[in-house]
Every structure is written in structure tokens, then in C-alpha cells.
């Protein structure tokens, strides 16, 4: 399965910061199986 994140640039190893900042979902590294919807995070 390929997942994607919203980013021109490729992520070989994401780090989990914690951040005092409120996002839709919390805080997070946030991937999408739809190439699409990756493609549209990241314009």
C-alpha cells in the first residue's frame, strides 16, 4: 500500500513533535492512501 502526505518533499522518516497547536484532528503526521487528495494539501 502506498500512503501519501500533503508535501513536495519526500519524507523517508517522520518525527512526532509535540506542539501546543490545535488542528483539525490534533497533532499528528497526517497521510492519505488517495494520491489525489495528497496532491491537493500540498498546492
Known amino acids: 500500500m ?3 502526505h ?7 522518516k517522520p518525527e512526532i513533535l509535540a506542539i ?5 484532528f490534533g497533532t499528528g503526521f ?3 492512501s488517495s494520491r489525489n487528495q495528497a496532491v491537493r ?3
Open 2 to 4: 502506498n500512503i501519501y
Open 6 to 12: 500533503g508535501s513536495y518533499v519526500i519524507v523517508e
Open 20 to 24: 501546543n497547536r490545535l488542528l483539525d
Open 30 to 32: 497526517y497521510t492519505t
Open 41 to 43: 494539501w500540498a498546492g
